[in-house]
């Protein structure tokens, strides 16, 4: 990567960069093809598009939209600078944007390959820090975010949750009792008995000896309507 890119994240980072104009900043250092104007309605990035940039919100405001109908809302976050679009897929291992991002207003956008940029921190320590200090402002962002309204109604918290506890570990059996699902998913009791009646009769979850389990041929039906969601 360029040493006179590198010097643009830097400042990027540091919020060191008129937010009013932030071409003016970084004019004479980086590439018309790197840094990029939107105006409102316009697609920074598609869904399923393979994820090989990341994407540094630097002024305006975007919406991430999920095209699974069956997300409370088809808008699933607003998000304004400062921001790494594309990172989550990345750090995941996913190899398409899981989500597209529409312009609210116009917006200038610094486009970065991901290879470079990983390749990039992983040799520069303080570049690598001041990463870490964004991506944690950009977690406290979705846990308040998760918090103050759920991206999934209600069957579904409980259905992904059960789904990202047996991916990696089939078969699954679930330690929680019902009245702690109740609790940490924020789902009536009487209603959780409902869900999972209705999770065992259409293969989602087993019930055995009382105990919630998800088998090999469980885990494929959550992977077919969870897999490709990355939280």
């Excluded at 979705?142 to 789904?163: Q, V």
Aim: contains cysteine.
């Amino acid at each position: 990567m360029h040493n006179y890119t590198i010097e643009c994240i830097r400042k990027i980072l540091k919020d060191d960069y008129n937010h009013n104009n932030p071409a003016a900043s970084f004019f004479d250092l980086i590439s018309t093809k790197m840094l990029m104007s939107y105006k409102k309605n316009d697609v920074i990035i598609q869904q399923m598009d393979e994820a090989k940039y990341f994407y540094f919100l630097l002024k305006g405001k975007v919406s991430v939209i999920n095209s699974i109908s069956w997300t409370n809302g088809d808008v699933i976050d607003t998000l304004s600078p400062l921001n790494i679009m594309g990172l989550t897929e990345k750090l995941n291992n996913v190899p398409t944007y899981t989500a597209s991002v529409v312009a609210n207003e116009h917006c200038v956008v610094m486009r970065v390959p991901a290879d470079e940029y990983i390749s990039l921190i992983s040799k520069d320590a303080q570049l690598c820090f001041d990463t870490l200090k964004l991506l944690g402002k950009i977690t406290t962002h979705n846990m308040s975010r998760a918090e103050t309204g759920h991206i999934f109604y209600p069957l579904d918290r409980l259905g992904y949750y059960l789904f990202s506890m047996a991916r990696n570990n089939v078969p699954y059996v679930c330690s929680a009792t019902r009245k702690e699902l109740s609790s940490s998913l924020y789902i009536n009791l009487r209603t959780l008995y409902r869900y999972l009646d209705s999770m065992e009769e259409n293969g989602y979850i087993s019930i055995n000896k009382g105990k919630i389990v998800i088998d090999k041929e469980n885990l494929k039906k959550l992977d077919e309507r969870y897999g490709s969601i990355v939280l």
